[in-house]
Nanobody, 114 residues
Framework: VQLQASGGGLVQAGGSLRLSCVASGIVFRLHALGWYRQAPGKQRELVAAISRGGSINYADSVKGRFTISRDNAKNTVYLHMNSLKPEDTAVYYC?????????WGQGTQVTVSS
């Protein structure tokens, strides 16, 4: 099983980025997926999640700015991030679960400058 995240980078406050995470080794359409982030010195936190049926939830801090979506044909989950703020700076990870275990991608760095 592999989760390959990409799309991070350096952006000015107010800018946008789109993260992608391609999964392999799983039956993608049967899995709930999530994006988490971890800032330096802080715990990893859930940013957004999408169920296999398409139900979505967001952290309060990103509601109205971030959008999670999935493309089952491409085995890919996306995180569209708009109106980025310096406090969004973190390493972003995609996540799913299999057989009760968490599976993580390698992370992609998002840095928002003020």
């Amino acid at each position: 099983v592999q989760l390959q995240a990409s799309g991070g980078g350096l952006v000015q406050a107010g800018g946008s980025l789109r993260l992608s995470c391609v999964a392999s080794g799983i039956v993608f359409r049967l899995h709930a997926l999530g994006w988490y982030r971890q800032a330096p010195g802080k715990q990893r936190e859930l940013v957004a999640a999408i169920s296999r049926g398409g139900s979505i939830n967001y952290a309060d801090s990103v509601k109205g700015r971030f959008t999670i979506s999935r493309d089952n044909a491409k085995n890919t989950v996306y995180l569209h991030m708009n109106s980025l703020k310096p406090e969004d700076t973190a390493v972003y990870y995609c996540n799913t679960q299999q057989f009760g275990y968490d599976l993580w991608g390698q992370g992609t760095q998002v840095t928002v400058s003020s």
